[in-house]
């Protein structure tokens, strides 16, 4: 079989953060609509943009902050380049430079998803549709992975893909775990209302898994554990971080790549600070801290990657 | 899933009433041959005609339906130069088959063959010793200083003496039934996704409409593509790393692109994705840099390599020229052979076979004047509003005039032009192109079609069965380009 072409290793890369980030940001919005149910104009629209960083960009052309504003901000807005719509668009893009890799299901698959998408208006994104609108968009995505999943010759371009989708996963449950938290625990880490864990839990579908490990009740530690460490948990950070380690591997022992030192010190330095980090009491600020730390050697791996692997030299 | 709950259907769908002898009872082809009942009935085609008369009109445009979706799902598109913004534009597709029988076969198949083996050895005198200038088989000017010449290409013969692998000949058949060369494509042809996604999506359409039919199939196509290309790898290259070339994801036939690249299991490349190092050619990959020893290029001879044709060309490879003339790698097709497809050197093809060839053309030319001649542009100038003119050299369909359909201010337009450039025109009369009956609405009515089959050529020539039938989807009208509204069939050569 023929060398994979740089850029196209970067194409599919990036497909598997589009299509993961397209996911998490629909699961975001559908836990915050869950939040704000009664407050349409609450503080809670404000939370999101501020978990995105995006605040001062939205605010600039907007007046306020509410409900219809900011879903359509990250559902509709193809002005915004982190909406739900434009990482679909980005991630046809992507799709359609490297067609001739994925297989015919999985291209049908966008095309068909990007068209719906085109179709949605305002009006779709009431208030009390915005979760079914949630709930497509998160269909949609996973029926994709799915196609990838059933579909997908296991190459090297397979790996480039996995790699793009897990390093963005973790970053999207730090984010959802980072927004979260403050809802879940007090200043010092004790527990606030229960029904904040379960939607938070729900939201990544955690809940059950979660319950059966911890049948007799909880601290808000236990959550953040739960969403950083458990390796049977799919949408943890660590059994990402494993999946990602296997991909890297696998790119020297089955696709005759060398070892790039780069690469594996990003991937070392990323592992250290996921299994050191945390500490025993677990508070707001501190982990706050610790996300931050994730997120900044979760973007190392990336870019070096992205240096080592997929940018033509 | 779509994303958007589903409309009511609000049951105001007309049903259509089943005709006693099927939906083509009331079909009227005219003084036009018809592809699908000839003059009067064509033997080859009954068993189709029975499978359809077994259908309705209602069956046909809900099976219709269901292909056009799955080509938009599909994402086939064609983009329409002057519509830059529609990069989605599907190319319509035709649910009625063009059927061709294993007569008319014989005769495109052996027709095609012929007429490459002449334009291989056409392109390989010019760019040589150029005899035929010698033995005043063409005018030398005509040629030399086409702008598609390529004194670059001078002295200078590629692998096996093939320049035109692969090769579009457009064809079309006038009211007696013969067919007639239109034109050569031997450039960078583009449509033969069309012909092998219109057969599969044929197949699940109508898997019915080809029972007890027995058809020559269309799915070797990218294999023989391959096994060619391999043909004419540089010397001692046994091997070769094949690679296909293309402008990108914004060309209008980047679907095909894709397309190829799948079916041939070879890389899809951009400029930016090769550089050549000491007259080599390198692909870069996740490792490192790759040789690569062919290249189908779907990129115009202009923007191949910035340091020898057009320097702005963001598209090409800077050295690709030199690494092809020193025989490091191979390009498919050759540069310069858009000197042999050009429309005016079109009407000295008769020629050029019985030149090379010492044989009889199986495929005639449609008659031609050539307007740099004084005479042929006074018998143009003489018949405008009988004759179709064309500008040399323009590909598409851009810029026909045909004068039957033309209005006073579109004619005289065309007078003023034809006097102040007349070496750039030629005209033929109006060839009544064969009809074929088409889905339209409702009903099936009779639209003029055409046929380009592709040749590929190493070491021999082989035309894949069938070709691209494009239909004029308005009523009347004879321009079949995708460019212009047209759309396509499935083409079935009966086997």
Known sequence: MASLVARFGWNIFWLGRYMERAESLARILDINET????????????????????????????????????SSFYVLDRDNFTSVASSIASARENARSVRHLISTEMWTHINMFHNSLGELTHRDLRLNNLSRVCTGIKTDCQTFEGIAEGTFFRGEPWCFYQLGKYLERADQTTRLLDMGYDRISDHDGEARGSIHWSVLLRSVAGYHAFRSLYPAGSSPSDIATFLLYDREFPRAVALCVDRVTARLHELETRHGHSRHKSVEDARRSLAFTLETGLGQRVTPTRLHKFIDDLQVALGNVSSQICEAYLTAR | MSLKPKKKNNGSRAKSQARPGGPLSGYDHGEFFCEMFGRNGLSHTRNIREQLAMMDAATLRHRAKDAERELFNLGITFTVYSDRDAI??????????????????????????????????????????????????????????????????????????????????????????????????????????????????????????????????????????????TQVAPKGVTDPTVAILSPGVYNAAYFEHVFLAREMGSPLVEGQDLVVEKDRVYMRTTRGLEQVHVIYRRVDDAFLDPKAFRPDSMLGVPGLFAAYRKGNVTLANAVGTGVSDDKAVYAYMPRIIKYYLDQEPILSNVPTNICREPEGLQKTLDNLENLVTKPVGEAGGYGVVVGPKATKRELADLRRKLKADPANFISQPVVNLSVSPTLIGRNIEPRHVDLRPFALTGRSTWVLPGGLTRVAMKRGSLVVNSSQGGGSKDTWVIG
């Open chain 1, 35 to 70: 939040y704000a149910r009664d407050k349409p104009e609450g503080p809670d629209w404000l939370r999101i943009l501020d978990l995105y960083a995006d605040t001062e960009r939205f605010l600039e052309a907007r007046e306020k902050a509410d409900a219809a504003s900011v």
């Open chain 2, 88 to 229: 989605d534009r599907i190319l319509p597709f035709d649910v009625i088959p063009r059927v061709l029988s294993p007569k008319d076969w014989e005769t495109i198949n052996t027709g095609v063959q012929q007429r490459v083996a002449a334009l291989n050895l056409f392109l390989k005198d010019v760019y040589n010793a150029g005899k035929v200038f010698k033995d005043g088989i063409i005018p030398e000017e005509l040629v030399r200083k086409n702008k598609h010449y390529r004194p670059e290409m001078e002295d200078f013969v590629p692998p096996l003496g093939t320049y035109v692998h692969i090769c579009g000949t457009d064809l079309v058949r006038d009211e007696k039934g013969r067919f007639l060369v239109l034109e050569d494509n031997a450039r960078i042809p583009s449509g033969v996704s069309y012909v092998i996604e219109n057969r599969h999506l044929m197949m699940r359409a109508f898997p019915d409409l080809a029972e007890g039919v027995q058809l020559k199939e269309v799915d070797d196509y990218g294999r023989q593509l391959t096994s060619a290309l």
